[in-house]
């Protein structure tokens, strides 16, 4: 990217995110000998981004992620073979720039291994300008979440050694949506733990054991998370998105988000696990609810066994499905 173009970038007054210098090998060429064979590309990516609110806090929910941009590389790689770099260039602007905050991006892709040099294209395009069918394209795949499954996971399970194959049937029914319409995108499994049993309980004082409640639960989450399995603790919502994208299972620690939630007359406060649940499952887009080991009122119970009798259909993802456990 030269100086002079990424000054007019910034001259713009807007902030900007970047992507420097990704290799990865890729089958790519209009020519026969490219065919059959893969090569270096080097990949360059600066994106002019609206700046965030005044009121920012530190908070990475309230940001555009320079991740995406890798996610848009390695999206349009996995998408087809290309001939051109001119068409992958084009289509990696068109998948970065289809996000709100989104102003203007220049594309350098290079191929590393043609000799002893780098041969490449550099694009630049603008949101404005953008060709409305790149634009339907992209939005068309960017706009499919995970559509996860919420399990409620009851604490006192989380010593149980029964955990990690429950956990793991569980993780494989949502993300293959067993049973559920195959053209839906596979899901992933985000996982809510309740309070630890040994925690103050405050009967006249709502508010503050809300707050006791939500950093238990915290608790329950990286107690999860350190038994080094495919289990990550999460606390913003693109920490979630970022581990259901590895494929592994987010553990929702949600002191940061449900405190940071709207909470007026038509928002009441997200003080049970239900609640924060049904406000989670909305957010991601779920499936739908289950859990394991607790009750939630008005919900179906499945009995739990060393094989789960897993959901076969859809459910609302404001419906919950009860795994009680067993002795």
């Known amino acids: 990217m030269t100086r002079g173009a990424e000054s007019a970038i910034g001259s713009l007054g807007q902030d900007r995110i970047s992507l420097r210098d990704y290799i990865c090998k890729v089958e790519i060429g209009a ?4 065919r059959g064979s893969a090569q270096r590309l080097r990949f360059t990516l600066v994106l002019d981004v609206a700046p965030p609110s005044a009121d920012l806090d530190d908070d990475v929910d309230g940001i555009l992620s320079y991740d995406m941009l890798v996610e848009a590389v390695e999206h349009c790689l996995a998408e087809q073979r290309y001939d051109l770099l001119e068409t992958l260039a084009e289509r990696i602007a068109a998948r970065a720039l289809i996000h709100n905050r989104a102003r203007h991006i220049q594309v350098r892709i290079e191929k590393l291994d043609r000799g002893p040099f780098a041969l490449g294209v550099e694009i630049s395009r603008s949101r404005a300008a ?3 069918a790149l634009v339907d394209a992209a939005t068309d795949t960017a706009a499919v979440s995970f559509h996860p499954w919420i399990l409620v996971l009851a604490p006192e399970l989380i010593g149980d050694p029964r955990l990690p194959s429950w956990l793991g049937q569980i993780a494989g029914a949502a993300r293959a949506h067993i049973g559920l319409d195959p053209l839906a995108p596979s899901g992933g499994l985000v996982v809510l733990p309740g309070p630890l049993s040994l925690r103050p309980e405050l009967l006249d004082a ?5 707050q006791i409640d939500l950093l238990s639960q915290d608790q329950a989450a990286w107690l999860l998370d350190g038994q080094g399995l495919d289990w990550r603790a999460s606390v913003s919502r693109t920490e979630i998105d970022a581990v259901l994208a590895a494929g592994d299972v987010a553990v929702w620690a949600p002191a940061r988000l449900v405190l940071s939630a ?4 038509g928002h009441p406060p997200l003080s049970s696990l239900m609640l924060q649940a049904g406000w989670l499952a909305q957010e991601l887009e779920a499936v739908q609810i289950i859990s394991l080991g607790c009750d939630l009122d008005g919900a179906e119970r499945l009995d739990l066994a060393d094989i789960l009798a897993l959901p076969s259909r859809a459910a609302s993802a404001k419906k919950a499905v009860v795994a009680g456990a067993e002795g």
């Open 31 to 34: 020519f026969g000998s490219e």
């Open 130 to 132: 953008l060709a409305p």
């Open 206 to 210: 709502p508010e503050a054991q809300l």
């Open 262 to 265: 709207p909470q007026d007359a």
